[in-house]
């Protein structure tokens, strides 16, 4: 058997196609190279987990009787289901006491599953340690900033940076590797579930192994003294052992690298479990872990979705309902961590348990949104969970099945979701999102931001939403990647929220200029260095030359400002920097009305030429139609172009790209029927016929596939 027949032998999806290994290296090596090229005929096609659009739930079989499995699994067959997520928190159940192993219940759950074609993933289920070992090795649970350690029976208890508690999670995954990491129907891994929302344990080793990293980083106290500018406050430490972990507000550069560290940890926390798998796992098995989106940055996830095949993220709406941007702005980002597909490995099946308001999505809307992630990326759409607990913290949960065994009303709309998946998986197989214009992510920066707001109302993510939405709206099409990423198949990258602009990064960015790129830098970009220091030039920092202009003061804005100029006219609000050009060809598309004095009359916004490429210094939060105003012009210039074209308002139009193909995919998220006019004939693959034009009903999906 090939390495890569388990991964088809087992679904139906996967019996169609069968990527020969060498379509996989070379796949996984142009991964590797993370360089895109916008040589639509170039795309990367399989990886294994990559190679269908999978519909699949999370299933808990420890929790039931082993006589009603079956039933469940054949229900599960008919559902269309085609993935299970199985064992995340099933510890007590693999190790029922220290040292004691039991697999002969989950080895029958996946052969179950086989039997009924449909594939599993293991998660390892390290967040939830069992009683026993909690009972037993006190230390390996985590202590609370007050100096309590938490107590057991809720999950995210385990400590990271245990030495006692990683031993265990190795020995588990460790197990579990070895009996599955040739099992032909597993698939693949998530490592622990959501890496415990980043928690830490604030016990005395843990503070040693900050200061150590610190130690390993700094080499010597004389520079993080310097970096940090300890003198101030005589803050001056002579020995590692002086520096404590923040608990309270503290010197931000502490702070700043205290927030590195704790991704530095759940990466080596991860990373011990990983090398255990990948020992005993065979090649085509991926290993994910589940993240939570965009929004969520208790962790740098470009640095913890590194060493993972790809990225995964549980994708949940909470209170109210889907908002196309929002949510697509996460899908793009999570997809912008590895610029790969990825999987929404948990969903939302109809409501939540832990929102302020549990509404249920309305009819249509999974069925919505599960294409909605499918069009942004997502290689998988897997629903949290298949049936309540019969107990416990989350019965009240949305689940497909109720907990007396019978179908939810949602089931029959995840099911003909799942059947348009497998009719359709076909033309979706090796496409990928291609897109013009990269709006840019840094954790750090929203950090540094986060820690020193000045204002309390800013929030870079609701900055970087206006962008997101008013490029996406023009180009159809939206990347979200790290400033650190190859920039130059992009033709226009904004940076909403770029506070830490070290040398290093301003190169990267002033290349992409050069070479023709277009850049635009928005509010407090350029403010400080790495170390969350005040850069020695205004901001932009290593940018200003270029730039052609330089901040010259910063205001918290205590009511709004008026702007006028080129761009039209509007108002900025919360923050609003008064610029200066130092070069007669600096154009300033925008200034400030009369507001504080200081800013009446003066630069609001400016651009400027650099070789090919321009940048642009947006000063200010710009009301939305000026951010509108201001992404039609920087669209113009670089010369972006929409995916599609013109759709109704309210509709969502998506690009995939595969060899000879694109597949377009139309959300009706008004309430209104909308019709679509396409530009010439296309395949429609929901009906399977030639088509000219769509009819969409409210939460109405369309899915034309253009082949050249
Ligand atoms: C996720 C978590 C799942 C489940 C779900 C409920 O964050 O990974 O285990 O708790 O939320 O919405």
Known sequence: MSPLEGDVTLSRLHRTALPALSVLILALSSLANATRTADEQNIPTQIPGHNAILMGTDWYPEQWPESRWETEVRMMEDAHLN??????????????????????WLDRAIRLLEKHHIAVVLGTPTAGPPAWL???YPETLRVEPDGQRVAPGNRAHGSPTSVKYREFCRG???????????????????????YGYALMSYDDDTKKQFQDWLHDKYKNLDS??????????SQTYDDWSEIPIPTVPHNPALMLEWKRFVTQAWNSYQQNQLDVIRRYANPRQFITGNFMGLGWDGLDQYTITNPLTFASWDDYVGTGHLDPDKN???????????????WVIETQPGAVNWSDLNNYLNKGETRAMAWHAVA????DVSYWQWRSAPNGQEEMHGTLVGADGTPVPLLEEVT?????FDRTQSAFRGTRVVSEVALLNDYESRWAIDLQKHTRQYNTYAVSQTYYKALRTIAQSMDVVSPYAPLDEYKLVVAPNLNLIPESLAKHLLDYVKNGGHLVLGPRAGLKDEYDALLPQRQPGFLADALGARVEQFYALDRNVPLYGTLGSGAGSLWAEQLKTTDANTQVLLRYGTSNGWLDGQPAVVTHAVEKGTITYVGAVLDDTLVTNLAELTARQSGVKPVFGAVPEGVEVSRRVGANKRVFVFINFSQQPKTIVLP????????????????????????ALDQK
């Open 83 to 104: 993935v299970v997520r199985l064992a995340e928190f099933a510890w007590s159940a693999m190790e029922p006491s220290d040292g004691r192993f039991e697999f002969a």
């Open 134 to 136: 909690t009972h037993k």
């Open 172 to 194: 588990i995954a460790e197990e579990m590797a070895k009996r599955y990491g040739s099992d032909q129907n597993v698939v693949g891994w998530q490592i622990d579930n959501e």
């Open 376 to 379: 942004h990326g997502a290689d």
């Open 416 to 420: 003909q979701t799942a059947k348009e």
């Open 328 to 342: 697509g702005m996460s899908h793009d980002g999570m997809r912008g961590l590895k610029r790969e597909n990825f």
């Open 680 to 703: 010439h004939t296309m395949r429609s693959l929901l009906e399977d016929k030639p088509a000219d034009t769509f009819e969409l009903a409210p939460y109405g999906v369309g899915l």
């Open 224 to 233: 993080l003294n310097r970096h940090w500018a300890t003198a101030y406050w």
